[in-house]
T-cell receptor, first 114, second 117 residues
Framework: ETGVTQSPTHLIKTRGQQVTLRCSSQ?????VSWYQQALGQGPQFIFQ???????GRGNFPPRFSGLQFPNYSSELNVNALELDDSALYLC?????????????FGSGTRLTVV | KQEVTQIPAALSVPEGENLVLNCSFT??????LQWFRQDPGKGLTSLLL?????REQTSGRLNASLDKSSGRSTLYIAASQPGDSATYLC????????????????FGQGTILTVHP
């Protein structure tokens, strides 16, 4: 059973650019969530996709957008990058959109905006 | 709005000690609570998942308890080892208005644990 894989592992971008981060969910999981973790902080929820539809969103501006594909992999897109977007971006998958399933996290993508 | 607090923020203990990490949350309407471990610069590793109907879960030297009515959870680590050094995070999955699952996990800021030989 493969876990959650994220790519790339590290990325350096210039302020104002756009970036796409990718995530392959664990086998059998149909729900994907994205989190932003600033240094020394707990992860903050960005949004979640269940069966290709966004079904929850945190307090992030519209320049943070995403997609989920039929194979349940996912992308996080960030436009007009700002210095404060520098963080560890974590993807998590779960077996169901509802209730009691736990989440499996990937190793993250470290984004640095300069 | 759900808020999660973890105490202490940092803990340093000698090898072999038993220790307790604390997590509190403000809204008791949760589906479950999950404890994670995070090594520096790495992703999250799930340690224990406790459903709202459960009181505790155990895995090896780890035991997590949940008191939903008082909004508290504890993670007990027995016979600590230097390899246990990491940041420990708790996260709750709340019930959305209307009774459906939101899916969103709300995290505490973590407890940084150092176990020295």
């Amino acid at each position: 059973e493969t876990g959650v894989t994220q790519s790339p592992t590290h990325l350096i971008k210039t302020r104002g650019q756009q970036v796409t981060l990718r995530c392959s969910s664990q086998s059998g999981h149909n729900t994907v969530s994205w989190y932003q973790q600033a240094l020394g902080q707990g992860p903050q929820f960005i949004f979640q996709y269940y069966r290709e539809e966004e079904n929850g969103r945190g307090n992030f501006p519209p320049r943070f957008s995403g997609l989920q594909f039929p194979n349940y992999s996912s992308e996080l897109n960030v436009n007009a990058l700002e210095l404060d977007d520098s963080a560890l971006y974590l993807c998590a998958s779960s077996a169901g959109g509802e209730r009691g399933y736990g989440y499996t996290f990937g190793s993250g993508t470290r984004l640095t905006v300069v | 709005k759900q808020e999660v607090t973890q105490i202490p923020a940092a803990l340093s203990v000698p090898e072999g000690e038993n220790l307790v990490l604390n997590c509190s949350f403000t809204d008791s309407a949760i589906y479950n609570l999950q404890w994670f471990r995070q090594d520096p610069g790495k992703g999250l590793t799930s340690l224990l998942l406790i459903q709202s109907s459960q009181r505790e879960q155990t895995s090896g030297r780890l035991n997590a308890s949940l008191d939903k009515s008082s909004g508290r959870s504890t993670l007990y680590i027995a016979a600590s080892q230097p390899g246990d050094s990491a940041t420990y995070l708790c996260a709750v999955r709340s019930v959305r208005a209307g009774g459906t699952s939101y899916g969103k996990l709300t995290f505490g800021q973590g407890t940084i644990l150092t176990v020295h030989p």
